[in-house]
């Protein structure tokens, strides 16, 4: 009998050693495991066997993890380049200055010659323009010889956007000398070298492209710093002529530097079960290039990816709250500054007109875009955006709650003047779920004001209530109605009509369960509608664009994946006790909350700038909740019920110490 009850145990160790012995040999065992780098025979030591000395031979392993962040923590391209900045940052600013004016006289001189000889078009009124301006800076520079490094740490601007907003480390200008080496004759070089390179690109162009660059290898060697800089051009993609594409720039980088990081082992990557949806979703994205629109996808679904893979890598690198507060005080600059355009979008549409009377504003509401597609969109962000700033208001201190307090009113003014009801009604859900989660006595309050509004409305004159009514366009239009209702009847006889739809069909389960691939909807319209009425998605919600795209599975992840934030987040509030407020908790709550309201209404996923909103606002917040889970609000035993890492890869490697001499 005891031989029975100790033979189970035995045949699961032995298995678990087979399965790690299968992991230990495969490639990804080596990779992540062990891996004998060299079998060569060291020399240990020596000793006396027998009256005969004999030398001991060990071998010495490393892991192929280790070998390879070795390998790119001395690779000669980082050598080069933290060579080169470590030269510039050694110069002294008379160095620089000697180049700026060098280069400005020569964009000067030469434009002067082109008065009397011609060039061919070459210099133009802009190397003047900028010649001169080259030359303010050169004199400017050239009475200090500070080194360029003891500046940036000692207090300038642009050492301030360095060290303190994007996170670059300061160790190599720590130490800097205050005076400066003076490089004359490198400088002379590269200012005529940069100066003819002026006469083939524009100097502005020139000033982009550097500027690129250093942008470049900030976000590289940060990769947490393109995520503040994706969020803080989210609303400005589309504003300028060729920027579209910014926030997906961005967010490369940030992918880029992030797996740079990780095989040099600065940095970590777990995954918890808040995680996982967006792990099927990848698939599920990869899925929809099987779509039944005759168009090339591979363009979208590729953006889609980057996005679900963005969120995995945020929520692990936003892992200390400095980064936490400085990707929040990102989202709520851009959303005040993103408010600001569109005040002046609208001042711009309505002058334009010429002036007309105010009762027509609500007509020039479709102005108010920022850089999205239309108002709806714009008023999404702007949700989102109130979402992170109301929070803020009780959780800041009283000398310092002006400017959220002055934030909110803004970009709310904004989002009332979209003239997007479901807008206004996810502004007031917002401050009622944000009201009854902070403070529990407020609950009477907030019925009782809600019971007196309602009286009032059916006590105001029948006038009075149609005007109030109209103002809720989106949801009592009759035409928006029925579109709706066209858009139901096409997704149901998409899938069920008989001879045509899905079911009809030999992959029908299929289509049903992952649906009809990325813009099938748009692309099955003109067949399954019973109108003529062209196709736009704002006749549809999310959760029907969800179902005909994605399938079940689809609809099914979106709202696993909201069930799990709203559990994480009330835990960490269960965690977290009566005195202490976790605010991204509360913002937790009231962003899932208004997301869903929104989508029940609109579907706004279809713009690539909301999309990525969705995808990096979820990053911030999921971030911050594994953080407050591991901090240790709650025993063990709790830690265990409220998720531990479902699967965890972590290291870090040290460079080998030198010998001693």
Request: proline share 3%.
């Amino acid at each position: 009998m005891k031989r029975e009850q100790h033979a189970f145990p035995r045949v699961l160790s032995r298995f678990s050693r087979l399965i790690y012995h299968i992991i230990a040999v495969s490639f990804i065992g080596k990779l992540f495991t062990s891996y004998t780098v060299c079998n060569e025979a060291v020399v240990g030591h020596s000793r006396l066997l027998g009256g005969k000395r004999e030398r001991i031979y060990t071998t010495r392993r490393y892991t192929l993890r280790r070998a390879i962040a070795c390998a790119m923590e001395q690779n000669l391209l980082s050598r080069i380049i933290r060579g080169l900045l470590l030269a510039l940052a050694l110069c002294s600013l008379r160095t620089f200055g000697f180049f700026f004016t060098v280069m400005g006289a020569t964009w000067t001189l030469l434009y002067g010659v082109s008065l009397f000889v011609s060039l061919g078009g070459a210099v133009t009124w802009v190397h003047l323009i900028s010649g001169a301006i080259s030359l303010t800076v050169g004199v400017i520079l050239f009475f200090s010889d500070q080194s360029f490094g003891y500046l940036l740490h000692r207090g300038s601007l642009l050492g301030f956007l360095l060290f303190r907003v994007l996170g670059v480390p300061d160790d190599m200008v720590k130490e800097m000398p205050v005076k400066g080496e003076a490089h004359y004759l490198i400088a002379s070089a590269m200012a005529l070298f940069v100066a003819a390179l002026g006469l083939l690109v524009a100097p502005f162009s020139l000033l982009q492209i550097a500027c690129s660059a250093a942008v470049i290898l900030v976000v590289l060697s940060v990769p947490e710093a393109g995520f503040l800089l994706a969020l803080f051009v989210l609303p400005f993609s589309g504003l300028l002529v060729g920027s579209d594409m910014l926030t997906v720039v961005f967010l490369i980088l940030m992918v880029v530097g992030y797996v740079g990081k990780f095989l040099r082992g600065n940095r970590s990557f777990s995954i918890e079960l808040q995680d996982l949806p967006m792990l099927v979703f990848i698939a599920i994205f990869l899925l929809s290039c099987s779509t039944v629109a005759r168009e090339s996808v591979w363009e979208a679904v590729l953006i889609e990816v980057l996005l679900a893979v963005s969120y995995l890598i945020a929520v692990n690198i936003l892992s200390t709250p400095n980064w936490m507060h400085a990707a929040r005080v990102s989202l709520s600059l851009s959303a005040v500054l993103a408010a600001g355009v569109g005040v002046g979008q609208l001042l711009f549409a309505w002058i334009t007109a010429g002036r007309p009377a105010l009762s027509t504003l609500p007509t020039f509401s479709s102005a108010i875009t920022a850089g999205f597609e239309n108002e709806v969109v714009f008023a999404f962000y702007l949700v989102v955006a109130i979402a992170f700033l109301l929070p803020q208001v009780p959780l800041t201190a009283k000398k310092h709650r002006a400017l959220p307090v002055l934030a909110i009113l803004l970009v709310s003014g904004v989002l009332i003047l979209t003239f997007v009801s479901v807008a206004w009604l996810c502004l007031a859900l917002i401050f009622v779920c944000f009201l009854l989660i902070y403070e529990y006595r407020s609950l009477l309050g907030i019925l009782f004001a809600g019971g007196a509004a309602t009286g009032a409305l059916f006590l105001i004159p029948q006038s009075w209530r149609n005007v109030f009514f109209g103002v809720f366009r989106d949801i009592t239009d009759p035409a928006v109605i029925a579109a709706r209702a066209g858009g139901r009847g096409v997704i149901s006889r998409m899938f069920f009509s008989g001879g045509e739809g899905f079911f009809s069909q030999r992959n029908g389960i299929w289509r049903f369960v992952f649906g009809g691939g990325h813009r099938s909807l748009a692309t099955l319209h003109p067949y399954f509608a019973l109108n003529s009425v062209v196709f736009s998605y704002s006749a549809y919600n999310l959760w029907q664009v969800l179902l005909a795209e994605y399938g079940v599975v689809g609809l099914a992840l979106v709202a696993i994946f909201f069930l799990l934030l709203f559990q994480n987040c009330f835990s960490v509030l269960a965690m977290s006790g009566e005195r202490e407020h976790p605010l991204f908790a509360y913002i937790g709550i009231v962003f899932a909350a208004a997301v869903i309201f929104f989508g029940s209404f609109h579907y706004t996923w279809y713009n690539r700038g909301a999309l990525a909103l969705f995808f990096l606002a979820a990053a911030l917040i999921c971030a911050a909740m594994r953080y407050h889970r591991r901090r240790g609000h709650a025993s063990a035993s709790k830690q265990e019920e409220y998720g531990a890492p479902w699967a965890e890869t972590e290291y870090s490697v040290r460079a080998p110490r030198a010998k001693k001499q």
